[in-house]
């Protein structure tokens, strides 16, 4: 073991999740890869699907419970962060609306946290 993997053994695994009911992590990490898988399946939400599924890649890899023939895994995640749902999955039809939401938000418009076109108003030539 390296000393990373080693550290986050010792400090989330042995200290912190020992306390906490096991069953509950079971349940929720199943739970948490059959919604990851239909999200892909389906391509709703892929881009936040495929970065939790990167996230539970490197939490299986410091854990000691990946094998190196499971790295594809982390690879594949990264292709579906492209957008790969936009085509033909169902963010083809939530993603407009999303946007169209979060731009309607009145702090995403103060702020300027939103990446669609600009307004130009026009000024009144008189």
């Known amino acids: ?13 042995d200290s912190m999740a020992a306390h906490l009911p096991y069953q509950l ?15 892909l399946i389906g391509g709703l939400f892929t881009f936040p699907a495929a ?3 990167i996230i539970l890649c490197f939490v299986f890899i410091f854990s000691g419970m990946f094998s ?14 492209g957008g790969a749902g936009r085509s033909f999955g169902l963010d083809h039809y939530t993603s407009p609306w999303l946007g169209k939401w979060w731009r ?4 995403v418009k103060r702020t ?3 990446g669609g076109e600009p307004i130009i108003k026009k000024k009144d030539r008189r």
Request: proline fraction near 0%; aromatic fraction near 20%.
């Open 1 to 13: 073991d390296s000393g990373f993997v080693t550290w986050f053994r010792e400090l989330f695994m």
């Open 25 to 39: 992590f079971q349940t929720s990490v199943v739970v948490v890869e059959v919604l990851i898988g239909l999200a």
């Open 112 to 114: 300027h946290l939103y």
């Open 68 to 81: 190196w023939g499971q790295l594809w895994f982390i690879f594949a995640a990264i292709v579906m962060l």
């Open 104 to 107: 309607s938000l009145g702090i």
């Open 51 to 53: 970065g939790v599924s």
